[in-house]
């Protein structure tokens, strides 16, 4: 019963460096997102991935790439972190579009501190 | 857009309360209305759900009704607990727009 698995928990960086946040889920969902939680903004989307082999920008996906590497794994990467990148960071599976009671399974999160 | 709003709080109860989170939504079309529960330190989970009008979610003593005339899918207890203080998000999901839009969330906080 993994469900979505994020890697790692807790990771500080200092400004400049790079790092990629793993994702992976073990429901043959379709569709996987990555979202960054705010105090005061709530979750906000920052790129999603309808099926395997594509990859569309979400709300706020500046400063940030994505692969999806296959079915079970979508990563998100960090180029050049800045202090503005310090969230929690959670990744997020569901079954495939066209399904009107679609419900997101959520990961654990990553807390990220950049300084 | 699509849209949903909701109060950030924190909401502060005595435990046996009744509890009333507000949510409305703006929508193109016909969503699926969601609340999701994050407890500390964890990811979140859905609590509920209603994928028409008229419809009732519940779980775990909490209820929400999909009401299309006034848009909204307020979240409600009739005795809340101590263990229910968490944060609580309202979502909607459209199909097509192939993902889910979240309120800012609502933190509840019971004391016993």
């Known amino acids: 019963n993994a469900g979505v698995t994020q890697t790692p928990k807790f990771q500080v960086l200092k400004t400049g460096q790079s790092m990629t946040l793993q994702c992976a889920q073990d429901m043959n969902h379709n569709s996987m997102y990555w979202y960054r939680q705010d105090p005061g903004m709530g979750l906000r989307l920052i790129y999603y991935?309808?099926?395997?082999?594509?990859?569309d920008k979400g709300e706020v996906p500046n400063g940030y790439n994505v692969s999806r590497l296959n079915k079970r794994e979508f990563s998100l990467r960090l180029e050049s972190a800045a202090p503005s990148q310090t969230s929690v960071y959670f990744c997020?599976?569901?079954?495939?579009?066209?399904?009107?009671?679609?419900?997101?399974?959520f990961g654990q999160g990553t807390r990220l501190t950049v300084v | 857009g699509n849209s949903v709003t909701q109060m950030e709080g924190p909401v502060t109860l005595s435990e046996e309360a009744f509890l009333t989170i507000n949510c409305t939504y703006t929508a193109t079309g016909y969503p699926s209305l969601f609340w999701y529960v994050q407890y500390p330190g964890e990811g979140l989970q859905l609590l509920l759900k209603?994928?028409?009008?008229?419809d009732k979610g519940s779980n775990k003593g909490f209820e929400a009704t999909y009401r299309k005339e006034t848009t909204s899918f307020h979240l409600e207890k009739g005795s809340v607990q101590v263990s229910d203080s968490a944060v609580y998000f309202c979502a909607l999901y459209i199909r097509g727009y192939q993902k889910v839009t979240f309120g800012i969330g609502t933190k509840l906080q019971v004391i016993p």
């Open positions: 209603a994928t028409k009008a008229d």
């Open positions: 997020a599976s569901s079954e495939a579009q066209g399904y009107t009671n679609t419900e997101a399974f």
């Open positions: 991935s309808a099926s395997e082999g594509t990859t």
